[in-house]
């Protein structure tokens, strides 16, 4: 009985030692907690250098960083139609450096950032050459307000932040698309916009929408002058319309190519 006794101690002090030295093995390998793994993994900036994010379009991300489209496709050797990848990096400067040529998507997925509403969908015909000529309200130089609201934020150049105009209404109300143009973006991936639609409207000009309850335009669609684009939602529990501007890639008052009348 005394022989099995110590039997069993010497068993149960080899298993717990063997506890004890797992326990220090797997204390060596310090984990980090999954969001601190997956901090870097898309839509952040560092260095220069964009992750993309699945939902970006390269019109979003050049908006959001305020460079012309056509600028941050040539610092990364992208060539229309413009499809950009998840995880992939694009400089946001000539001289920023990346991991990998910007260009070329990562090895998975191969899925681009922003997928096609359907397979079969035809290409989106290209951009119209210029804003369209005055039609009804347009005013000479083929601009429409996008909401009928009173200013409540005018344009400021040296704004933090946002750059464009605010304008007032009631929540719900119809957006209209101030040109024609081509829907680049739709979506709310951009932070401090809410729901917001970009329309080229050709290789100078674009517009943006923000604070909007609901999307009603997809990306790629084709949309007329005064087409409902969206409808208006709140911000700081007002209802109004965040509008910009940008020419070239850098915003500028709406107002002065807005008619006076609405």
């Keep these: 009985m005394g022989n099995r006794a110590s039997i069993r101690r010497a068993v149960s002090a080899v298993g717990l030692?063997?506890?004890?030295?797992?326990?220090?093995g797997c204390a060596g390998d310090t984990y980090a907690p999954v969001s601190d793994r997956t901090a870097r993994a898309t839509g952040d900036t560092a260095n220069g250098v964009y992750r993309v994010a699945r939902g970006d379009?390269?019109?979003?991300?050049?908006?959001?960083h305020d460079v012309d489209h056509r600028t941050l496709a040539r610092w990364n050797d992208i060539r229309e139609p413009f499809t950009i990848y998840p995880g992939q990096e694009l400089r946001l400067s000539p001289s920023a450096s990346t991991s990998r040529t910007a260009s070329s998507p990562p090895p998975a997925p191969r899925?681009?950032?922003?997928a096609?509403?359907?397979?079969?969908?035809?290409?989106?015909?290209?951009?119209?050459?210029?804003?369209?000529?005055?039609?009804?309200?347009?005013?000479?130089?083929?601009?429409?307000?996008?909401?009928?609201?009173?200013?409540?934020?005018?344009?400021?150049?040296?704004?933090?932040?946002?750059?464009?105009?605010?304008?007032?209404?009631?929540?719900?109300?119809?957006?209209?698309?101030?040109?024609g143009g081509r829907v680049v973006y739709s979506g709310s991936g951009l932070v401090g916009y809410g729901?917001?639609?970009?329309?080229?409207?050709?290789?100078?000009?674009?517009?943006?929408?923000?604070?909007?309850?609901?999307?009603?335009?997809?990306?790629g669609d084709?949309?007329?002058?005064?087409?409902?684009i969206a409808r208006m939602g709140r911000n700081g529990g007002q209802p109004m319309l965040h509008?910009?501007?940008?020419?070239?890639?850098?915003?500028v008052d709406p107002v002065p190519?807005?008619?006076?009348?609405?």
């Excluded at 509008?243 to 915003?251: I, P, S, V, Y």
């Excluded at 190519?257 to 609405?262: D, N």
């Design 111 to 114: 899925e681009p950032a922003t």
């Design 17 to 24: 030692a063997c506890v004890l030295l797992l326990l220090v």
């Design 195 to 219: 729901n917001l639609v970009i329309i080229k409207h050709n290789d100078q000009y674009l517009t943006a929408y923000g604070y909007n309850r609901e999307l009603l335009v997809d990306e």
């Design 222 to 228: 084709m949309v007329d002058q005064g087409e409902t």
């Design 243 to 251: 509008f910009e501007l940008r020419r070239d890639g850098r915003a």
């Design 116 to 179: 096609s509403r359907s397979p079969s969908a035809p290409p989106a015909p290209p951009p119209r050459p210029s804003a369209p000529a005055s039609t009804g309200s347009s005013s000479t130089n083929g601009w429409v307000w996008p909401a009928p609201g009173d200013v409540l934020k005018r344009f400021s150049a040296d704004a933090d932040g946002k750059q464009g105009i605010n304008i007032g209404g009631d929540e719900g109300a119809e957006i209209k698309a101030a040109a």
């Design 57 to 64: 379009t390269l019109y979003s991300i050049a908006f959001r």
């Design 257 to 262: 190519l807005l008619p006076r009348s609405r």
